[in-house]
Each structure stands twice: as C-alpha cells, then as structure tokens.
C-alpha cells in the first residue's frame, strides 16, 4: 500500500496563473517532506521542504504547506512559468529512517 | 565535475548479458543509494550504502549486484535480468544516513541509467 499518494498524475496551468500540486500520506510517523523536481533526462532535483513543526514553508514562488491533522501537504506556484513544466514528486521520511518514500508523481505543464 | 554522475546514459542488453551501471559523486557526501522509476510507479529505493556499508537491501533480486568500493563510487552489477527490469535506474548521495537531522537526507539524484532489457 502506498504511503504517499500524489492523485493527479498531471495538471494543466496558464502562464502567470497559481499552480497546485497535492500529496497525501499515511503513515502518522512521517516527520519531513520534501518536493521534488523532474525534467525530461535529467534526475530529480531538491525544490522545497517542510519539517512536521511548521506548517508552511516559502522559498521565493514556491511555497509548501503541511496540514498534520489531514495528513496533506500541498505545493503551491505563484506565478506559474513555462520553465516550471516538469514532474514533481513528494516524498517524506521518518526519524531515524534516513530513506524517503516517494509520490508517483504529478507532471506539470504550463501554457503560454 | 560536479554533483552526481552516472554512466552509462542509456543501455540495452539481452537477458544473458552481464552489464554494469556506474555512479561517481563529487559532493562529498557519505551515503549513496539506487532508486528503480518504472512507468508509473514511485521511485523505489534499491539499495542504500553509508559510509560504503550497505545498510539497506529492499528486497531486490539477487540478479542485482550492488558495490561501492568507496565512499564517491557505487557500481549495480546486471545479470540475467529480465525484461520487467526495464527501468531508469537512479543513483543518489545524501550527506548523511539516518542521522537524526532530516535536512540530511535531501538527496542529490544523477541524471539516470535508462536500461532495456530484450
């Protein structure tokens, strides 16, 4: 069973408008989540990442909010760019684990 | 060179080939690691090595050899795969393993082994 589910496998945004890329988790033991980013041949990149005692997390248009309670962490893009046309993967890990669980992945497209 | 390089790019092998993917990084960090991304699935870990002992096997088939004879080099040793072992084969190096502090484990991916198995 997956721990880490990223139910949109795409999303579609215009240029200059929000993009919203949502991740679930399971498991309550989870303590950090990290985004990351995929072009096409190339490896995942580190983007963004949130502890458990904070909430939301902002790094210049990327900003990452965590809701404990829900069990949800959410990726937000403000404003969306071409460039930014990618796969985003979530994933999260536990103390003491030192490896991270991985979404399936969202790949995002942004239009002209 | 900088970062996480592997070699080669891109392989195509038969399933009585033996074949070798190669991972070098340059960031000094202590723990490396092979990721499997099949089509449509989550990136699964494979194997993970720290301080060039490995401390992690996933449950993956003994035709899945891995080594890493220092702390810069991971090699995963092929043979006798099978056509579902076709896959990017991803290696990674974080600076720690499990450390307690979770920033370690932000992982520094290569850009990936595109294997086919015919």
């Known amino acids: 069973d997956q721990q880490v589910k990223q139910n949109s496998p795409s999303l579609s945004v215009q240029e200059g408008r929000i993009s919203i890329l949502n991740c679930d988790y399971t498991?309550?033991?989870?303590?950090?989540f990290l985004w990351y980013k995929k072009y096409p041949a190339e490896g995942p990149t580190f983007l963004i990442s949130?502890?458990?005692?904070?909430d939301k997390n902002e790094d210049g248009r990327f900003t990452v909010f965590l809701n404990k309670s829900a069990k949800h962490l959410s990726l937000h893009i403000v404003p969306s760019q071409p460039g930014d046309s990618a796969v985003y993967f979530c994933?999260?890990?536990?103390?003491?684990?030192?490896?991270?669980?991985f979404g399936k992945g969202t790949k995002l497209s942004v239009k002209p | 060179e900088t970062g996480v390089t592997q070699t080669p790019r891109h392989l195509v092998m038969g399933m009585t080939n033996k074949k070798s993917l190669k991972c070098e990084q340059h960031?000094?960090?202590?723990?490396m690691y092979w990721y499997k991304q099949s089509a449509k699935k989550p990136l699964e870990l494979m194997f993970v090595?720290?301080?060039?002992?490995?401390?992690e096997n996933n449950s993956v088939p003994s035709r899945f050899s891995p080594e890493c004879p220092n702390s810069s080099h991971l090699f995963l040793h092929l043979h006798t795969l099978q056509p579902e072992d076709s896959a990017l084969y991803l290696c990674?190096?974080?600076?720690?393993f499990g450390g307690g502090f979770a920033g370690a484990n932000v992982l520094t991916f290569g850009a990936g082994s595109r294997l086919t198995v015919l």
């Open positions: 990674a190096s974080s600076q720690d």
């Open positions: 498991n309550s033991m989870f303590d950090y």
């Open positions: 949130i502890s458990s005692i904070k």
């Open positions: 994933a999260a890990s536990a103390p003491s684990w030192g490896n991270l669980i």
């Open positions: 960031l000094g960090h202590n723990a």
């Open positions: 090595y720290n301080f060039k002992e490995q401390t």
